[in-house]
Nanobody, 123 residues
Framework: QVQVVESGGGLVQAGGSLRLSCAASGSIFSINAMAWHRQAPGKQREFVAT???????NYADSVKGRFTISRDNAKNTVYLQMNSLKPEDTAVYYC?????????????????WGQGTPVTVSS
């Protein structure tokens, strides 16, 4: 069994900051990329940022320069530091981990999602 759990969401004023965390736990053999996505009310889920196991990062244009993704491989945890928040950043933020389980060994990796953490930015 693998669990992916996000935390750190909440209500913040425009211009403020929040730090999201996401921890993967359970029968994990290895984790490849970890990523954040978000889904605003009435919209489709969209990519926010990703980080590989060796620390390479990629961001959506809408968050470049404001958000920073990082990870602690020893803790199987990924973070999203969000600065200069805007009302349009309001969404449920989901964590995704592309990982291999102990049962599967060094075989195919699978994608695991958390249940999301809500972020609301007031104007």
């Amino acid at each position: 069994q693998v669990q992916v759990v996000e935390s750190g969401g909440g209500l913040v004023q425009a211009g403020g900051s929040l730090r999201l965390s996401c921890a993967a736990s359970g029968s994990i053999f290895s984790i490849n990329a970890m990523a954040w996505h978000r889904q605003a009310p009435g919209k489709q889920r969209e990519f926010v940022a990703t980080i590989t196991s060796v620390g390479r990062t990629n961001y959506a244009d809408s968050v470049k320069g404001r958000f920073t993704i990082s990870r602690d491989n020893a803790k199987n945890t990924v973070y999203l530091q969000m600065n200069s928040l805007k009302p349009e950043d309001t969404a449920v933020y989901y964590c995704n981990a592309d990982l291999k389980t102990i049962a599967g060994g060094d075989g195919t990796s699978f994608s695991y999602w958390g249940q999301g953490t809500p972020v609301t930015v007031s104007s």
